[in-house]
């Protein structure tokens, strides 16, 4: 199957297949990052502008390791160093840098859609490294393929999200990309935190609470308050907010005994999870950042055309 897009802007923009086939690339490429040197030559001469307007860790890094491990040039801007601190709109920014010749944009915006209009905008392609609540893609190809290292498979599992799923772009890519796979998705936080509606994007049920959530669930994602995009406060404090919806060494044993912990970063500990469950053997944390590097070698790869990996 060859992979058709420009741009990966969202998961409910790909198919089943195109979702698989980002998967099991991701899979392949982790051979390449097991190597002693850890470099292939397969987008060499290719341009990569990774343009951050909002701050980002694992996100940003990875997206720079994974440009590297393929061998293209990598450039990083963020808005603190950049003209939009001088009053520059997006489009004129993403027009210089066009005129630059990127093969690839890799953007994080604040604003949701914005991907959709840079798009219209330029002709490299694009990738969606978040847009404000919309989606993340990458976190949820990176969340599914480690799910897939655990049960070996994505279909029939139960997945529970609990925290702030009106704010979370990772809570919509996760549900977008793992619906389409099959798994069905239990939802739990605050009222205050839950999108209307939200049952309509597939297998998605909302639940009253933590419990009915998690309850025999195989894979448990905790998400953290999105409190820079809530505008007011919706909850009358963290302490209270992790008696109902955080996860502890008690709550988490409501999931299957093998079921397995994850959560995107950055963590608050003690808010969303306790330490004990973040650094306890239930926890696939640290591997969803190492299948991070994986997954965006493959969406790079894909978005230029795909082809031999030497
Ligand atoms: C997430 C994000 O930025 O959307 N983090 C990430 O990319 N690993 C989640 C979050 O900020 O809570």
């Given at each position: 199957?060859e ?17 698989e ?12 990052n ?11 001469g290719?341009?990569i502008?990774?343009?951050?307007y ?6 940003r890094?990875?997206?720079e390791?994974?440009?590297k ?43 949701s859609?914005?991907?959709?209009f840079?798009s219209k905008?330029v ?10 609540a919309?989606e993340?893609?990458?976190q ?6 480690t ?13 529970a ?32 935190m ?28 905790m ?23 955080g ?27 306790s ?36």
């Amino acid at each position: 199957m060859e992979f058709k897009h420009k741009d990966i802007i969202a998961l409910r923009d790909l198919g089943k297949e195109e979702i698989e086939l980002l998967i099991s690339t991701a899979e392949n490429m982790r051979e390449v990052n097991s190597r002693d040197i850890k470099k292939v030559p397969t987008l060499r001469g290719k341009t990569i502008i990774n343009l951050f307007y909002e701050s980002s860790t694992r996100t940003r890094t990875s997206f720079e390791i994974a440009g590297k491990r393929l061998s293209a040039d990598t450039v990083n801007i963020a808005p603190s160093n950049s003209s939009a601190t001088k009053g520059e709109t997006l489009a004129d920014t993403a027009m210089n840098l066009l005129a630059m010749k990127p093969d690839i944009i890799v953007m994080r915006h604040a604003v949701s859609g914005s991907h959709y209009f840079l798009s219209k905008k330029v002709g490299c392609s694009i990738i969606n490294a978040g847009d404000g609540a919309h989606e993340h893609p990458s976190q949820g190809l990176l969340d599914m393929l480690t799910i897939k290292d655990k049960f070996g498979r994505l279909d029939g599992l139960k997945v529970a999200m609990v925290g702030d799923i009106t704010h979370s772009r990772v809570a919509r890519s996760d549900i977008q990309g793992l619906t389409k796979m099959g798994s069905s998705i239990y939802l739990a936080g605050p009222p205050t935190m839950m999108p209307p509606g939200v049952e309509r994007l597939g297998n998605v049920t909302v639940c009253n609470t933590m419990k009915e959530a998690i309850q025999d669930a195989d894979v448990v994602i905790m998400l953290r308050i999105q409190q820079e995009r809530q505008g007011k406060t919706l909850m009358p404090n963290t302490r209270e907010y992790s008696r109902y919806f955080g996860l502890n060494p008690e709550n988490v044993k409501w999931a299957k005994p093998d079921a397995m912990v994850m959560h995107p970063g950055p963590i608050n500990r003690g808010v969303e999870m306790s330490s004990y469950v973040v650094d306890g053997n239930q926890s696939h944390i640290l591997k969803q950042v190492e299948n991070g590097v994986a997954v965006r070698m493959s969406m790079l790869y894909h978005v230029c055309g795909g082809g031999n990996v030497e």
